[in-house]
């Protein structure tokens, strides 16, 4: 009897247990078949958990080729801190005062901004800087980054791009990189350009930023007793320089009326154009195209050329109650970031890559030996009087 039980007792445990096993099947039919929407991957989870999140951090930027770079840098700042970076674009006009007057209202006003270095000293004057508490983390950035991120005597803001000339040529028309603009004068006249070549050399001479080359070596900005910078020329030479331009138009036939950073950059690749002084943001423009590079010529043998590089950085609201969670996302944007900045924005980090071309080597090095941009606060009639002078030759 209790050996009939037992066999009973294993009868019924095995139908126990291919209920349960045909239970499970039906289950895993059902997963299996459970709609893809259904399914929510770490990464939506992730991304879902970052849009519902409150704003921490309330930062404002102008410029629109950085919109994914930013939204990027806040998703991978929230993943790490769990705070969240609200990315702001604003528009250019009355940028600074905009901030300003927010700020005094205690309306939505930025915890961290991007803004250009040229116009820091203003910023900083009208209250609205903190000091960098990250500074150690910018050993390693050029020095032009450096000083165009600090105001007498500190560092204020956090360096993140740059922005200068470089010029360009086309691939067999030189055997070397011509020394100097009258190099190529000299070229132009001993040699027949192809029958498609339309000008020598172009740049955007109504924008005074691609004309200070041209007057570099007779201009210095010099702080008065109230250390405001202000331009000081050498007379002489400054004619000279502008003797020699009015040299270069006859010879090159620049046209003022068509000229732009985008006729430049077409004819270039078409052939039109022999040589071209282009800023660093465009050469993203170039992907592609064989072409080579090099630092901006000197005139001529007598008078040397320099160019003028501008910088952007962050800085954190010395009014923001965040101070500590806004700087940490400006290190983070400018120095964790800094190897993603030229893949998604086309701009070249302050930190030269550790596998730079020799594209990026040529307007790193070209960066540190340039001309910072005087402040805007200071220097507004100097580039007004700039833009003037060469109009005066059109």
């Avoid at 990027?72 to 940028?95: N, P, R």
């Avoid at 040229?118 to 960098?132: C, K, P, T």
């Avoid at 000083?147 to 204020?156: E, F, K, P, V």
Wanted: hydrophobic content about 40%; proline content about 3%.
């Amino acid at each position: 009897m209790e050996a009939l039980q037992k066999k009973i007792g294993s009868v019924l445990m095995i139908v126990i247990v291919l209920i349960l096993a045909v239970a499970g099947i039906k289950k895993g039919e059902q997963s299996a078949d459970a709609s893809p929407q259904e399914t929510i991957t770490a990464d939506e989870a992730a991304d879902s958990a970052y849009e519902k999140a409150a704003a921490d951090v309330i930062f404002w930027y102008e410029d629109a080729s950085y919109d994914d770079f930013f939204e990027e840098a806040a998703k991978q700042y929230y993943e790490k801190t769990g705070i969240k970076v609200e990315t702001v674009k604003k528009d250019s006009e009355e940028y600074l005062t905009g901030i300003y007057d927010k700020t005094m209202q205690d309306d939505g006003y930025p915890d961290v901004y991007l803004i250009s270095g040229d116009s820091l000293a203003e910023a900083y004057l009208y209250g609205l800087v903190a000091v960098n508490k990250k500074e150690s983390s910018y050993e390693n950035a050029a020095d032009n980054a450096k000083q165009a991120a600090s105001y007498q005597g500190s560092m204020l803001g956090y360096p993140l791009s740059y922005n200068t000339c470089l010029f360009i040529y086309q691939n067999g028309y030189f055997n070397t990189a011509p020394s100097s603009m009258q190099e190529i004068i000299d070229f132009s006249n001993e040699n027949e350009p192809a029958e498609n070549v339309e000008y020598l050399v172009e740049w955007d001479v109504n924008d005074p930023f691609y004309d200070f080359p041209f007057v570099a070596n007779s201009v210095t900005f010099e702080e008065d007793e109230q250390k405001l910078l202000s331009p000081v020329y050498e007379d002489e030479l400054y004619q000279q320089d502008l003797d020699f331009f009015e040299s270069i138009l006859s010879s090159f036939s620049v046209n003022a009326q068509t000229v732009s950073e985008e006729n430049i950059v077409d004819n270039f690749k078409e052939g039109r154009t022999l040589c071209a002084l282009v800023d660093t943001d465009l050469l993203s423009e170039l992907d592609g195209y064989e072409y080579s590079i090099t630092k901006m010529p000197d005139l001529n043998e007598e008078l040397t050329s320099n160019v003028c590089a501008l910088t952007e950085l962050l800085a954190v609201n010395e009014f923001s109650k965040n101070k500590e969670q806004a700087a940490g996302f400006a290190e983070f944007v400018t120095v964790s970031m800094a190897d993603r900045l030229h893949e998604m924005t086309g701009h070249y980090s302050v930190f030269e890559s550790a596998d730079a071309d020799a594209t990026e080597q040529t307007a790193y090095e070209t960066y540190e030996t340039a001309v910072l941009a005087p402040d805007s606060l200071n220097a507004k009639d100097f580039w007004v009087d700039l833009k003037e002078t060469i109009a005066k030759y059109f």
